[in-house]
């Protein structure tokens, strides 16, 4: 692997612990550096840090929130 490849790797933490989790990109980079791109979709899937796993994360924040603001009002009506 190039040297200023992997010195860009290491400086992102995420994208350096995909690479020790997914070994097979020792390979890929060093036959095709400008594969780093993909790399970093790739791991932003892997650790879903995609747009869509965000908004997901938040509505499912939201839900559970409705849910225990449900809960509680279900409580404070049977103690009334």
């Known amino acids: 692997m190039r ?5 860009y790797i290491v400086a992102k933490p995420k ?3 995909f690479l020790r989790e997914q070994p097979i990109w020792y390979r890929r980079l060093a036959r095709r ?6 790399m970093e979709k790739q791991m932003r899937h892997y650790y879903k ?10 509505v499912q924040t939201i839900e559970m929130a409705n849910m225990m603001m ?9 103690h009334n």
């Open 3 to 7: 040297k200023d490849v992997y010195e």
């Open 15 to 17: 994208l350096h612990q």
């Open 33 to 38: 550096p400008l594969d780093i791109k993909e």
């Open 49 to 58: 840090q995609t747009l869509p796993h965000k908004v997901e994360q938040v």
């Open 70 to 78: 449900a809960m509680m009002k279900l409580m404070k009506d049977t």
